[in-house]
């Protein structure tokens, strides 16, 4: 095992390198000509509202559990898992790499002064600057690969020195622009200068070196101590430094200067040379920096086999035998440099890697907003932040994402989006996007179940939706209850089907019971059911059923329906059923049972619903169901007839009654589909079904407690599709 070498210093110092970096040289004197001190304070202010947001979420995460290789990447993976960590971590070792040819690039603004003077000599331009930056390269790679991190620390070290010590000569110098501190230099920019956002655009990458360090995590002896100090420390000297260097360029030169000069800062210097020595010193030790994290990044990708080829995973998360470092994964990065070197325009790729800093920086603070709101026992960090700081974090990440270039933005989306949907066809068997919520979405759930059970009225006819529960242990062998079941879960209700399993408690048995709970699950998948499934181990249907109505119901009241079903030939499960009945009953639950037959639903067409004078009270559930039935896209070419069998002498009243109920209850149901059917007495009700439902697709007929002593209540219907028997407790109201 290669020991792990670094504590919290190298995690400080590579992060402040890559903040004092390119940006601090070339461009704050820029945005203090264009937007004013009072501006440039805004654009600081604004970007550590990021910046404080993520490293303050860093040093949360790193004190909750141990940090492994690849630092932002591990950390965002294993919290919203390997698809979204991935299509993130994979653009985010892009700009890593893409970092390193970016500030070496930066860095050849510091060899202006000697390519000029030798221009002035010679009277020729004798030397293209990557003449200059392919050797730097060079020697950035050679120093990895040869030593490794540890002597780029060192190397990070001196180039640190040099980097303070022209920033302290810069604030040393003197221009004696203005006298003393006078109000009115706050407000000086160019007449002309450029609008706030597209200013913040060009400096925010100045802000984007804190998590440099966090990519170290794999190498750290105490990455839960160091992590959370170093990023913390570095972020904030950074802000100080930024604040001040600002005030002084505001004091020590006009906005016409500060926007033309990108080497203003030599001008101020005690000594103006040191400043093109910073600047190389700045950029070296921030490509340097970067050299060292994104080979780390790429390692934990491949260590994770993201990238759909076992042989570039395995050559990719090699690491060297004595040293530890990612030595294959280096290699592939500096060809990668290399080469957005030799084309010399990065300027279009700097763009979107700001996009990508922001992603990684607002899924940071993210994850730590959802953990404040997931009460997760294993989340314990040591160091806490706010959740409010954790939110306006993430939210400032979108906002700023858009606001400073609305095409990049959509661009850089675009192209994480399409690595999420790439990585989910060849990582199938991981977690997908509904990793980021789940914990949230949980505690949410737990809180509205808890909320609605308190504010449960008691009157069960106002503002009714059906809460329903089915024990069956026919699951797999006819899929027509599992249909209804999703079909009334589907907008308006709530369902729990709960898979009954033969047989005693026991080991064998709750094996039994998880593996058939995997087959309903994928089952249901594939249907894109709101079904809530469960599965229950019992001696009998009986004793399964008095346990599963006392389930409480996913809605967070109580269950209010119970579906019961049988096959039109088992006549035996008709007793059972009406044994179970008055249980049912007896703690005021409404009762659907559902007869099958061998023409199922048919083509989904047509729903009949059957009322009569006896069972008024009836109606309204099966009406009810009926529109339910009617929301779900598979009846959505559907109909429903309503035939009601009234007796002569209050035929006018009822028929009225009806006509209202459908007209102030805004139901599809045409009146030319309200059938009034008179019945003398002469007629079976049974006949008259058969003879004018036996096309339906579904039909609804309800039944009342004493019809319940007849044996033939559910049975003469040779011909019919599936029918639904209802039985209410009380009459719903249709408002």
């Not at 000509?33 to 995460?61: K, P, Q, Y």
């Not at 260097?245 to 906005?255: D, E, P, V």
């Not at 050559?315 to 440099?337: D, H, Q, R, W, Y």
């Not at 070419?637 to 007796?647: D, M």
Request: hydrophobic content about 45%; charged content about 15%.
């Amino acid at each position: 095992m290669i020991k792990k070498k670094f504590g919290t210093a190298p995690v400080f110092f590579t992060a402040i390198s890559t903040i004092l970096g390119a940006i601090m040289f070339l461009r704050f004197g820029f945005a203090v000509g264009n937007v004013s001190l009072l501006g440039t304070f805004g654009i600081i202010a604004i970007g550590h509202i990021v910046t404080i947001a993520t490293a303050l979420s860093i040093a949360e995460i790193a004190t909750n559990k141990k940090v492994e290789g690849g630092g932002e990447y591990f950390i965002i993976s294993r919290s919203f898992g390997l698809k979204v960590g991935a299509s993130i971590g994979i653009t985010l070792y892009l700009s890593q790499a893409i970092s390193v040819a970016f500030y070496i690039v930066a860095m050849m603004e510091a060899f202006n002064p000697l390519l000029d003077w030798v221009t002035d000599i010679s009277g020729y331009y004798l030397l293209d600057k990557r003449f200059i930056s392919i050797p730097v390269m060079a020697l950035i790679a050679w120093i990895m690969l040869k030593y490794g991190a540890k002597l780029g620390l060192k190397a990070l070290y001196i180039v640190v020195a040099i980097l303070f010590l022209s920033i302290i000569l810069f604030f040393l110098g003197n221009t004696n622009y203005v006298e003393g501190y006078p109000i009115s230099v706050v407000f000086h920019k160019i007449g002309n200068g450029m609008d706030f956002f597209t200013v913040f655009a060009i400096i925010f990458p100045a802000f984007t070196g804190m998590t440099a360090g966090v990519g170290l995590s794999g190498d750290l002896k105490n990455p839960s101590k160091s992590l959370p100090w170093g990023t913390l420390a570095a972020t904030v000297t950074g802000m100080i430094i930024y604040v001040f260097i600002a005030i002084k360029l505001a004091y020590s030169a006009n906005s016409l200067d500060l926007n033309a000069d990108q080497l203003i800062m030599s001008k101020i210097a005690l000594w103006g040379p040191i400043i093109p020595i910073g600047l190389a010193a700045a950029t070296f030790s921030s490509a340097l920096g970067s050299m060292m994290i994104a080979p780390r990044t790429l390692q934990a990708i491949a260590s994770d086999n993201i990238i759909p080829s076992k042989g570039i995973n395995t050559f990719l998360s090699k690491s060297g035998e004595k040293t530890g470092e990612p030595v294959n994964a280096t290699i592939v990065t500096s060809i990668f440099a290399t080469i957005f070197l030799l084309i010399g325009d990065v300027n279009f790729v700097a763009k979107l890697i700001s996009m990508f800093f922001m992603v990684t920086y607002g899924s940071l603070c993210l994850i730590s907003f959802l953990e404040h709101f997931s009460s997760d026992p294993s989340y314990r960090p040591t160091f806490r932040s706010r959740w409010y700081i954790s939110l306006a974090g993430a939210v400032m990440c979108i906002w700023l994402m858009f606001s400073m270039n609305f095409l990049y933005a959509l661009i850089a989306t675009g192209i994480m989006t399409t690595l999420y949907v790439w990585i989910n066809s060849t990582n199938k068997e991981e977690k997908g996007l509904e990793a980021i919520f789940e914990g949230v979405i949980f505690q949410t759930s737990r809180k509205l179940q808890v909320f609605l059970q308190q504010k449960n009225s008691t009157d069960h006819t106002e503002m009714w939706r059906p809460s329903m529960i089915c024990v069956s242990s026919n699951s797999f062998n006819k899929l027509d209850t599992l249909d209804l079941s999703r079909w009334i879960a589907h907008k308006y209700g709530f369902c729990t089907y709960v898979h009954l399993i033969n047989g005693e408690l026991s080991k064998e048995t709750h094996e039994l019971a998880k593996k058939e709970m995997q087959k309903l699950l994928q089952l249901e998948n594939a249907q894109n059911s709101n079904v809530y499934l469960d599965t229950i181990i019992s001696s009998s249907y009986s004793s399964a059923l008095n346990q599963a109505i006392q389930f409480p119901s996913i809605s967070g009241k109580s269950n209010n329906v119970v579906l019961f079903e049988y096959a039109y030939d088992d006549d035996d499960f008709i007793f059972e059923i009406k044994k179970n009945i008055p249980l049912v009953k007896s703690i005021d639950m409404d009762i659907c049972v559902l007869r099958t037959s061998s023409k199922g639903f048919g083509y989904r067409k047509e729903i009949n619903i059957w009322i009569t004078s006896q069972d008024f009270r009836n109606g309204n559930l099966m009406i009810l169901i009926g529109y339910i039935i009617l929301g779900h896209p598979e009846w959505k070419k559907a109909q429903i007839k309503i035939f009601a069998v009234l007796q002569e002498e209050n035929m006018q009243e009822l028929k009225s009654r009806l006509y209202h109920l459908i007209r102030t209850g805004r139901l599809p149901i045409s009146k030319n589909n309200i059938n009034i059917v008179t019945n003398s007495g002469k007629e079976d009700l049974k006949t008259l079904i058969n003879d004018n439902s036996a096309d339906a697709d579904l039909t609804f007929v309800g039944f009342n407690d004493s019809d319940i002593e007849h044996n033939s209540i559910f049975t003469g219907y040779p011909n019919m599709g599936n029918m639904i028997f209802v039985n209410s407790i009380d009459k719903k109201q249709i408002v």
